[in-house]
T-cell receptor
Framework: AQKVTQAQTEISVVEKEDVTLDCVYE???????LFWYKQPPSGELVFLIR??????QNEISGRYSWNFQKSTSSFNFTITASQVVDSAVYFC?????????????FGKGTMLLVSP | SQTIHQWPATLVQPVGSPLSLECTVE??????LYWYRQAAGRGLQLLFY??????ISSEVPQNLSASRPQDRQFILSSKKLLLSDSGFYLC????????????FGNGTRLTVT
């Protein structure tokens, strides 16, 4: 069975600090996909990134970067120079490739509070 | 571009009353559709998914049901609400390719009193 663990329940930082959100996953499949979503206080989940298990290249998008390490089954998310607008709950999710629809297993989320 | 609409945004219903939440998607055809519930504690639970009109799969047995009367319409229903049905309900869509990202609506906050 697949499982996603986000051990950090809540993180508080001051604006401009860098922050890393941890995600550890478990799966028996060799082909799988990893996702990060952001849930701001308004409630909707916003898709941030998808990474497949064959692509271990790190990705950077503006202040966001993702570090995928298969050896440790981790897909960590770093926000550089955090801003108040980054305050949200962040979810890591895993999807195994076995059907024609997306069944995501979500972690419990990490609440990030960025204070001015 | 694709958009997803979900309503109502908030709902307060007494125990034993019926429920109907509606979700529609625009800008795409034959999407996969999903209903998730987010209870207190933030965990997201998949309730139903649909890969086509009239095709509904349930992930969790409960007193909720889902229907897909049109290609881009997904409805979550209950005949009699329980207190435990309170939560934040999210509709989502994805395209039909493998492991495509889910795109979520704004959610409905349901309180059963």
């Amino acid at each position: 069975a697949q499982k996603v663990t986000q051990a950090q329940t809540e993180i508080s930082v001051v604006e401009k600090e860098d922050v890393t959100l941890d995600c550890v996953y478990e799966t028996r499949d060799t082909t799988y996909y990893l996702f990060w979503y952001k849930q701001p206080p308004s409630g909707e989940l916003v898709f941030l990134i998808r990474r497949n298990s064959f692509d271990e290249q790190n990705e950077i998008s503006g202040r966001y970067s993702w570090n995928f390490q298969k050896s440790t089954s981790s897909f960590n998310f770093t926000i550089t120079a955090s801003q108040v607008v980054d305050s949200a709950v962040y979810f890591c999710a895993l999807s195994e490739e076995y059907s024609g629809y997306s069944t995501l297993t979500f972690g419990k989320g990490t609440m990030l509070l960025v204070s001015p | 571009s694709q958009t997803i609409h979900q309503w109502p945004a908030t709902l307060v219903q007494p125990v034993g009353s019926p429920l109907s939440l509606e979700c529609t998607v625009e800008g795409t055809s034959n999407p996969n559709l999903y209903w998730y519930r987010q209870a207190a504690g933030r965990g997201l639970q998949l309730l139903f998914y649909s890969v086509g009109i009239g095709q509904i799969s349930s992930e969790v047995p409960q007193n909720l049901s889902a229907s897909r009367p049109q290609d881009r319409q997904f409805i979550l229903s209950s005949k009699k609400l329980l207190l435990s049905d309170s939560g934040f309900y999210l509709c989502a869509w994805s395209d039909s390719s493998y492991n495509s990202p889910l795109h979520f609506g704004n959610g409905t906050r349901l309180t059963v009193t």
